[in-house]
């Protein structure tokens, strides 16, 4: 009888934690991030919309013809694009790429597309990693997307050298969307790492600009490199906010929204201070810039805007089950909500009619707030002492050691995890990796696609 009486006090617990849930996952906005962040002003976002003009210029095959260029055009000049490269020319390392001497705003520039969903080296570009494989800088970064952003560098140094060296006053900038954005991240990193082979080039005339990047690096990685690289994030993105492990990624793409929900469930209910524990952990990298479009239970867009920071906790976290997940991934949409964005930062600056001087005072005030809370973050992130060391494992987190295998002095359970325990979900994913990308037999290491599988993959 006791026992019965237990039921109800369980039923509205179980009652409660599901309410939260849903509250964090449906009705949770994600505005709601970046409500206490600083706005963004029109000089440091002015860059922005050109960029990913850039970026959509990739994916054209003939820049003098042009067959999908968004109003206004690509805001480019094809004679200057450098060198151009598409899947043949990158051999499944690296998506497609472009270099391009930008005269109008004293840049070198080279941008890199996304992924290519029809394309299975980039499936196993995404899938190349796994739970603190890779250290970089004392920090963690992700395994594939730094072999991508590495081979880059050793095919296009000499260019990017030969350019500065013409241009002395022009700045290297690197920009990319979605895994494109993940390559430029870290190219940055190894760039940083190796200025001597471009001619010991300056920090400051370095920029990067990631366009809805992937979770690519560890937090204090992160924030170091906030004054150098900047992400672009639309309103409910998915991509910066999946979960480190970027095979999440790869289910929900597969149609195997069963599985992300379940993982999504165990990652909601991990303390903030657990996460951020974890030096494995991956992150959106540098300064976020967050475009607001929409506001919590109202229909439609509306005017964009846009706030920035350097966050640490709280930095993407949340996953929002939103009809715009993906939509709001796309590169199209990216570039005309921040020309939008722009537009409306600019009719703004006109109408309070600053004065040149006041304007200059007020762009180095901007800066020296920039750097107040860059140093502030820093801090934080520092004060939290991240160890070095694995901790538990947590969200979609896994051990590295393999199921099966027992720690000193302890025990492991002979019986085998049932198929919907996250320990069998993870055995069955490393089964479907293992059968679906074997790892070539020479000594490079890279996961390849079978050639039989491709077509029965993308139909699913």
């Given at each position: 009888?006791?026992?019965?009486?237990?039921?109800?006090?369980?039923?509205?617990?179980?009652?409660?934690?599901?309410?939260?849930?849903?509250?964090?996952?449906?009705?949770?906005?994600?505005?709601?991030?970046?409500?206490?962040?600083?706005?963004a002003t029109s000089d440091e976002f002015d860059p922005i919309p050109r960029l990913c003009r850039f970026i959509l210029a990739v994916y054209e095959e003939d820049?003098?013809?042009?067959?999908?260029?968004?109003?206004?055009?690509?805001?480019?000049?094809?004679?200057?694009?450098?060198?151009?490269?598409?899947?043949?020319?990158?051999?499944?390392?690296?998506?497609?790429?472009?270099?391009?001497?930008?005269?109008?705003?004293?840049?070198?520039?080279?941008?890199?597309?996304?992924?290519?969903?029809?394309?299975?080296?980039?499936?196993?570009?995404?899938?190349?990693?796994?739970?603190?494989?890779?250290?970089?800088?004392?920090?963690?970064?992700?395994?594939?997307?730094?072999?991508?952003?590495?081979?880059?560098?050793?095919?296009?140094?000499?260019?990017?050298?030969?350019?500065?060296?013409?241009?002395?006053?022009?700045?290297?900038?690197?920009?990319?969307?979605?895994?494109?954005?993940?390559?430029?991240?870290?190219?940055?990193?190894?760039?940083?790492?190796?200025?001597?082979?471009?001619?010991?080039?300056?920090?400051?005339?370095?920029?990067?600009?990631?366009?809805?990047?992937?979770?690519?690096?560890?937090?204090?990685?992160?924030?170091?490199?906030?004054?150098?690289?900047?992400?672009?994030?639309?309103?409910?993105?998915?991509?910066?906010?999946?979960?480190?492990?970027?095979?999440?990624?790869?289910?929900?793409?597969?149609?195997?929204?069963?599985?992300?929900?379940?993982?999504?469930?165990?990652?909601?209910?991990?303390?903030?201070?657990?996460?951020?524990?974890?030096?494995?952990?991956?992150?959106?990298?540098?300064?976020?810039?967050?475009?607001?479009?929409?506001?919590?239970?109202?229909?439609?867009?509306?005017?964009?805007?846009?706030?920035?920071?350097?966050?640490?906790?709280?930095?993407?976290?949340?996953?929002?089950?939103?009809?715009?997940?993906?939509?709001?991934?796309?590169?199209?949409?990216?570039?005309?909500?921040?020309?939008?964005?722009?537009?409306?930062?600019?009719?703004?600056?006109?109408?309070?009619?600053?004065?040149?001087?006041?304007?200059?005072?007020?762009?180095?005030?901007?800066?020296?707030?920039?750097?107040?809370?860059?140093?502030?973050?820093?801090?934080?992130?520092?004060?939290?002492?991240?160890?070095?060391?694995?901790?538990?494992?947590?969200?979609?987190?896994?051990?590295?050691?393999?199921?099966?295998?027992?720690?000193?002095?302890?025990?492991?359970?002979?019986?085998?995890?049932?198929?919907?325990?996250?320990?069998?979900?993870?055995?069955?994913?490393?089964?479907?990796?293992?059968?679906?990308?074997?790892?070539?037999?020479?000594?490079?290491?890279?996961?390849?696609?079978?050639?039989?599988?491709?077509?029965?993959?993308?139909?699913?």
């Amino acid at each position: 009888m006791s026992i019965l009486c237990c039921v109800p006090v369980i039923e509205c617990v179980y009652c409660l934690g599901c309410s939260h849930w849903l509250w964090k996952k449906c009705m949770y906005s994600a505005g709601h991030e970046s409500e206490s962040w600083g706005l963004a002003t029109s000089d440091e976002f002015d860059p922005i919309p050109r960029l990913c003009r850039f970026i959509l210029a990739v994916y054209e095959e003939d820049l003098h013809n042009p067959m999908w260029a968004p109003p206004g055009g690509y805001g480019l000049d094809p004679h200057h694009v450098i060198l151009k490269k598409d899947y043949d020319q990158t051999q499944g390392r690296v998506t497609p790429y472009m270099i391009y001497l930008d005269h109008d705003n004293d840049a070198v520039v080279l941008a890199v597309r996304g992924l290519n969903l029809a394309k299975e080296s980039d499936y196993a570009l995404l899938l190349d990693n796994k739970l603190g494989q890779t250290k970089f800088d004392g920090g963690y970064v992700h395994n594939g997307l730094l072999k991508a952003a590495m081979w880059v560098f050793e095919e296009e140094h000499e260019v990017l050298n030969r350019l500065l060296e013409e241009n002395p006053s022009y700045s290297l900038t690197f920009v990319g969307h979605s895994l494109g954005a993940g390559v430029v991240s870290l190219l940055v990193l190894f760039v940083l790492q190796n200025r001597g082979r471009l001619g010991n080039i300056e920090r400051k005339r370095i920029r990067c600009v990631a366009i809805a990047p992937p979770r690519c690096m560890s937090l204090h990685l992160a924030v170091a490199y906030a004054d150098v690289i900047n992400s672009v994030v639309l309103q409910d993105d998915f991509l910066p906010r999946t979960t480190t492990a970027l095979e999440d990624v790869f289910k929900s793409i597969i149609c195997l929204p069963c599985l992300l929900c379940l993982t999504c469930v165990k990652d909601t209910f991990t303390f903030e201070e657990k996460k951020l524990k974890d030096a494995r952990r991956l992150y959106a990298p540098g300064r976020l810039y967050h475009i607001v479009v929409r506001k919590p239970l109202r229909l439609g867009r509306y005017p964009p805007v846009v706030r920035t920071a350097v966050p640490v906790d709280g930095r993407f976290d949340q996953l929002v089950l939103s009809c715009n997940a993906t939509a709001d991934h796309a590169i199209i949409w990216i570039q005309r909500e921040s020309q939008r964005a722009l537009d409306l930062m600019l009719e703004d600056d006109q109408v309070m009619q600053i004065p040149v001087e006041q304007k200059i005072v007020r762009q180095k005030s901007v800066v020296e707030e920039h750097d107040e809370e860059y140093r502030a973050a820093i801090m934080k992130a520092a004060s939290l002492n991240i160890p070095m060391s694995p901790s538990p494992s947590y969200g979609t987190f896994h051990d590295t050691a393999e199921e099966g295998e027992s720690s000193a002095g302890g025990s492991v359970n002979e019986g085998s995890p049932s198929m919907w325990s996250f320990k069998g979900m993870k055995r069955k994913w490393n089964r479907f990796v293992d059968r679906h990308f074997p790892m070539d037999d020479d000594d490079s290491g890279d996961m390849i696609l079978k050639k039989n599988e491709s077509q029965a993959l993308l139909c699913r």
